[in-house]
């Protein structure tokens, strides 16, 4: 059973480009939360979701969105990107009405 | 809204020895709480969690961690680390609501650092 996964591993962008991250969830999970995690510190959210509608979001400007696929697969788009966008960007995964979480292994984006 | 301490940044321990990490928790509401281990340029991998009942949990590797609901605390604890344990650890924990996959909000982590 193939856990979550994300793509790609890493990424290098300049300011002001737009970058798009992937993730697949973990089979039988439809519920896709995405989180940043700035270098030293803990993740922080950005947004959830589900049915393929934002459910949750968390305080990251409009330059962040998202997007779910009817196969519960998620994508995150960030626009106009600045030199503190770079962090590890982690995907996690989880059924509906369950509380526990599961991360991918993450994708590493650096803008220069 | 919630936030987590985790007091200690750094943790340097023997090995063979016993350790515990610290975690504070502020929230208005009812909480689950969770320990999360990243070993180096991974991802984030649930290590044991609290729910509800039992106030003592445990992990299959040996950590556990109880929730003091007084003391607004989920300290984790090992008898005895070994070198394989080195890793940052994370404390976390969303609302407990009638619905789950509530986000979850994260201390600023502790790097485990075991001394042979």
């Known amino acids: 059973d193939a856990g979550v996964t994300q793509s790609p591993t890493h990424l290098i962008k300049t300011r002001g480009q737009q970058v798009t991250l992937r993730c697949s969830p973990k089979?039988?999970?439809?519920?896709v939360s995405w989180y940043q995690q700035a270098l030293g510190q803990g993740p922080q959210f950005i947004f959830q979701?589900?049915?393929?509608?934002?459910?949750q979001r968390g305080n990251f400007p409009d330059r962040f969105s998202g997007h779910q696929f009817p196969n519960y697969s998620s994508e995150l788009n960030v626009n106009a990107l600045l030199l503190g966008d770079s962090a590890l960007y982690l995907c996690?995964?989880?059924?509906?009405?369950?509380?526990?979480?599961?991360f991918g292994p993450g994708t590493r984006l650096l803008v220069l | 809204a919630q936030s987590v301490t985790q007091l200690d940044s750094q943790v340097p321990v023997f090995e063979e020895a016993p350790v515990e990490l610290r975690c504070n928790y502020s929230?208005?509401?009812?909480?689950?709480l969770f320990w999360y281990v990243q070993y180096p340029n991974q991802g984030l991998q649930l290590l044991l969690k609290?729910?509800?009942?039992?106030?003592l949990v445990e992990s299959i590797n040996g950590f556990e961690a109880e929730f003091n609901k007084s003391q607004t605390s989920f300290h984790l604890r090992k008898p005895s680390v070994h070198i394989s344990d080195t890793a940052e650890y994370f404390c976390?924990?969303?609302?407990?609501?009638?619905?789950?996959?509530?986000?979850?909000?994260f201390g600023t982590g502790t790097r485990l650092t075991i001394i042979p």
């Open positions: 089979s039988g999970h439809d519920t």
């Open positions: 976390a924990v969303s609302e407990s609501r009638v619905f789950g996959n509530e986000k979850l909000t």
């Open positions: 929230s208005s509401v009812s909480v689950y």
């Open positions: 996690a995964s989880s059924p509906d009405n369950q509380e526990t979480q599961y």
């Open positions: 979701y589900y049915e393929e509608e934002e459910r």
């Open positions: 609290y729910l509800s009942g039992s106030t």
